[in-house]
């Protein structure tokens, strides 16, 4: 059974950092995907990085990129998106995801992932 479990969320202000985990157990396709999502009430869920399982190959969303990193410790089973220079349109509840599927390169479209956690809030302030 597949879980994926994220945490370190909070509140921040502006310009500040955070680095969300993601603990993760029953994964055994190394084939596949992790990603980091964000969903803001009344808005759809965006993909915001992206790795593959067993690679280093990544993926951003133009409105991250230089400041989120996304990696992983496979010996931890843990996926982990470091947030610097926060800003208070990066507040979202943040969901870890995965994918046992193949693609060219890590996937930031929600729907080639089938694994989910439940969501960690970040709140950014001005």
């Known amino acids: 059974q597949v879980q994926l479990v994220e945490s370190g969320g909070g509140s921040v202000q502006a310009g500040g950092s955070l680095r969300l985990s993601c603990a993760t157990s029953?994964?055994?396709?190394?084939?596949?995907?992790m990603g980091w999502f964000r969903q803001s009430p009344g808005k759809e869920r965006e993909g915001v990085a992206a790795?593959?399982?067993?690679?280093?190959?990544?993926s951003y969303a133009d409105s991250v990129k230089d400041r989120f990193t996304i990696s992983r410790d496979t010996a931890k089973n843990t996926l982990y998106l470091q947030m610097n220079s926060l800003k208070p349109e990066d507040t979202a509840m943040y969901f870890c995801?995965?994918?046992?599927?193949?693609?060219?390169?890590?996937?930031?479209?929600?729907?080639?992932?089938?694994?989910w956690g439940r969501g960690t809030q970040v709140t950014v302030s001005s």
């Open positions: 995801a995965a994918t046992g599927r193949w693609f060219s390169s890590p996937p930031l479209g929600q729907y080639a992932y089938n694994y």
């Open positions: 790795i593959y399982a067993a690679g280093s190959t990544t």
């Open positions: 029953g994964l055994t396709d190394r084939r596949g995907s």
